[in-house]
């Protein structure tokens, strides 16, 4: 099984969001869904706005909440990990932290095991394209205040669905064909950390 699993770098990230939005976007039928797992199954479901039945396949979409090293760690045993944060200086600065962390440690972790993500919670705002982004979500009125997001989402303007089109592209072409990672390479991310977790933007 191959797990994508979404990582908040910064709290309000619109992790939840996005995995909720990567589930209901997924082009095939209910059938071909990938299995859902989360930290907080219940907020999960109340974003999504509708339970899934259960499935057995080969993947699996985790909301693992807030980002640490450990969690990291074993997202990459089984797949692909997405960082995500918030469109702005704050998700800004969180993203700088943990990317050079990550080539700190080991430079073939970054775009092979592990994807940035920044999605817009704050408002509209001019977004230009940075060095590590995989996807950006643009800012929707409609997902701003908790709303479950299959109640609205014939209602989501057209470049929130042609964005997560594009997200669902990347998915197929790339992190959902992501293997494991080397153990050589989780063991550069054993390095003990100089304080406890040093890799995201804290707050």
Known sequence: ??????????????????????LLAHPGSERTLPELASHDPSTLEQRIGRSFPSVIGDRLITDAGRFTAQKLRSALHDGHAVLVAPVGARGDLAIDNATARLNQCDRRVLGPHVSVARVAVNGPVRMSRRENDSFVLPYDRLLAHGTPVNHMWHRLGRRTTDGMTRWHQILEDHLWRTQAAEPAVLAQLQTPDPDP??????G
């Open 1 to 22: 099984m191959t797990t994508l699993t979404f990582l908040g770098l910064t709290g309000g990230a619109g992790t939840t969001t996005l995995a909720a939005m990567t």
């Open 197 to 202: 977790d040093p890799w995201a933007q804290q």
